[in-house]
Each structure stands twice: as structure tokens, then as C-alpha cells.
Nanobody, 121 residues
Framework: QVQLVESGGGLVQPGGSLRLSCAAS????????MGWYRQPPGKERELVAT???????VYADSVKGRFTISRDNAKNSVYLQMNSLKPEDTAVYYC???????????????WGQGTQVTVSS
């Protein structure tokens, strides 16, 4: 059973930084992409950044220049370094992975449990 486990959320002042981490585990799989989405209060879930394997990283316009996504393939992990945080970055952040199972030869999408990021003075 594949699981995505996130960590790193919390409360930070405007202008501050946070780093989110997410690790995939359970079963044998190939990672096709890993990334981050967020859901602000009262709004729909939206893409923050995604990192396809062998492809170009994509960022939401609202976070370009402030957030950086990175991956450690040896650890099946993805990270999101968030700098110059703004109150409008407040949201629940979800890790996402698009994995190809080496057991049943199927592709599937997985989500982490979500971690709260609150930017406030």
C-alpha cells in the first residue's frame, strides 16, 4: 500500500520561510511525477509546483521566484522550499505523486494527508 507522508508545516510570519517534505513508501513503483498542491480556506485545491521525472518543473505564477521544488529520487521524496511567505500562501498543502506500479503495471495518483501552513503576524 503506497503512502505519502508529509511534514514541515506550521505558523510563520510574513516574509519567513518553511520547508515541506514528503516521502513515498510501500510497494514497488516508478515515480512519474511528484509535486505539491494547496487548498486555501474556502477555495478549491490548486497546483503549487510539480516535478515530472525527466520533464520540466512547473510552478504556479503566484509562487514563482519564491518557492522551489526539489526531489531526492534515492529517497522517493519531494520537497518544497517556501521563501518570502505571504498571508495569501496560507493553506493546507498536499503532496501528490503520480506513480506507476511495478506490481500490477498500472498508473495511479496518490495524495498525502495534508499539512497546514499559516502565514500571519
Amino acid at each position: 500500500q503506497v503512502q505519502l507522508v508529509e511534514s514541515g508545516g506550521g505558523l510563520v510570519q510574513p516574509g519567513g520561510s518553511l520547508r515541506l517534505s514528503c516521502a513515498a513508501s510501500g510497494g514497488a513503483f516508478r515515480i512519474d511525477s511528484m509535486g505539491w498542491y494547496r487548498q486555501p480556506p474556502g477555495k478549491e485545491r490548486e497546483l503549487v509546483a510539480t516535478s515530472p521525472s525527466g520533464g520540466k518543473t512547473v510552478y504556479a505564477d503566484s509562487v514563482k521566484g519564491r518557492f522551489t521544488i526539489s526531489r531526492d529520487n534515492a529517497k522517493n521524496s519531494v520537497y518544497l522550499q517556501m521563501n518570502s511567505l505571504k498571508p495569501e500562501d496560507t493553506a493546507v498543502y498536499y503532496c501528490h505523486a503520480n506513480l506507476f506500479s511495478l506490481s500490477n503495471w498500472r498508473n495511479a495518483h496518490y495524495w498525502g494527508q495534508g499539512t497546514q501552513v499559516t502565514v500571519s503576524s
